[in-house]
């Protein structure tokens, strides 16, 4: 029998496939357009000025100072720039945290987003905005959040660092893994979850062993789009909530992050979840905790927090933090087993 689900379409646009950055412009005028401010963080301004360039009068300035965690003081910037250009809409070309900002900006005044993605972490069709100030990372809902339009280019992803690959793709797939179990899922976000998982598996150790092929990094950027929508659609438990901790308290960086926690967070929950995630253990393999990890391992992706930086004196407080506010998850939160969880993460075995 179909479980009761509630189910609501995301109603961005996406515009996928190899040369569709070609289609930008009329991404943007398509949302009413004149004036694009367009994003982009210090790394990829090279790239960013070539395509606002290609824009010719469509592009009214570049911000290239997009950072990680979405800083307020960073977006205050931009907004400056923003007014200053008289600009009327966002182009963020980038990974999560040009992403971010460019839906700080939304946020705070409504301008319609066009992103170009080009990691696999999900942001851009999420309507979920994380934005840190003195130190804190808060976390806002909401449909002016989502951008209107994604443009998937897979030829943007070329470039994209085999490690940075590997870790975005595993972040991409702990959207899924976690969607998979969401209290709120429907058969749609399961499908998507599903399809989404079989591309990353199949479409991440052929980055690895050939990066520049354009087909994995098609199958890749698929794949990310399908998790990230997940990501967007249903609410996530424990292993974003983990990861949430590590890197807010403890500076982690994100991808990586993710890929350590995802085989030991999907461990905790296989039992307590073993009919939502049949899907996932029967694509991975075995118990799916050590499926992942062998997948994780087989692609050189980081296995160890004590590799990320973490202290193991600082495990107990994570702990501690993690178990505070308690929330839902398919096998309820308890400190201790959350202790022996990071412990197994800041050490890097294998799950059973
Ligand atoms: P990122 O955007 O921080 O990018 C990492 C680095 O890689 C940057 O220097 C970037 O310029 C560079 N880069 C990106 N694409 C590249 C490419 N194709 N070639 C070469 N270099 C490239 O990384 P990310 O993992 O995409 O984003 C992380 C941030 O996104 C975090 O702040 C995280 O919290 C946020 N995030 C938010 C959501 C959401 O739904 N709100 C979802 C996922 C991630």
């Given amino acids: 029998m179909v479980t009761p689900f509630s189910y609501t379409a995301s109603p961005a646009q996406v515009i996928f496939g190899s040369g569709s950055l070609s289609r930008l412009a009329e991404a943007i005028t398509g949302q009413g357009g004149k004036r694009a401010l367009v994003l982009s963080t210090r790394h990829q301004k090279t790239e960013a000025e070539r395509i606002a360039a290609a824009l010719g009068p469509l592009s009214v300035g570049l911000f290239a100072d997009a950072t990680m965690h979405t800083p307020v003081n960073v977006t205050e910037r931009a907004m400056e720039a923003y007014n200053a250009a008289c600009a009327d809409c966002v182009v963020a070309i980038g990974g999560g945290s040009t992403i971010g900002l460019g839906k700080a900006i939304a946020y705070r005044n409504d301008a319609p987003q066009i992103v170009v993605a080009t990691t696999y ?9 994380g934005q840190t100030e003195n130190g804190q990372k808060t976390t806002v809902r909401g449909p002016g959040i989502l951008p209107e339009v994604v443009i998937y280019d897979p030829e943007l992803t070329l470039g994209l660092p085999v490690a940075m690959s590997v870790s975005s793709g595993l972040n991409a797939t702990a959207h899924a893994i976690e969607g998979l179990y969401a209290r709120d ?22 980055i690895v062993r050939t990066p520049g092929e354009i087909e994995a990094r098609s199958e890749a950027l698929y794949g990310s789009w399908l998790c990230g929508t997940v990501l967007g659609a249903v609410g996530m438990a424990l292993h974003h909530k983990l990861c949430h901790t590590l890197g807010g308290s403890f500076d982690l960086p994100h991808a990586e992050t993710h890929a350590v926690i995802l085989p030991h967070s999907a461990a905790y929950n296989s039992v307590a979840a073993a009919d939502a995630l049949k899907p996932a253990a029967d694509l991975f393999g075995g118990s799916l905790g050590a499926g992942l990890y062998d997948f994780a391992a087989s692609i050189g992706a980081p296995m160890a927090l004590r590799d990320l930086g973490m202290k193991e004196s600082d495990l107990d407080r994570a702990a501690e933090i993690a178990a505070l506010n308690p929330y839902w998850n398919p096998r309820p939160i308890e400190r201790d087993a959350i202790r022996v969880l990071l412990q197994s993460a800041w050490e890097g075995t294998r799950p059973l």
Wanted: glycine fraction near 6%; aromatic fraction near 0%.
């Fill in 185 to 206: 899922r429907n058969p749609i976000s399961s499908m998507m979850a599903v399809e989404g998982l079989r591309a990353l598996k199949q479409a991440l150790p052929q």
């Fill in 121 to 129: 972490a999900g942001s851009e069709v999420t309507p979920i905005l």
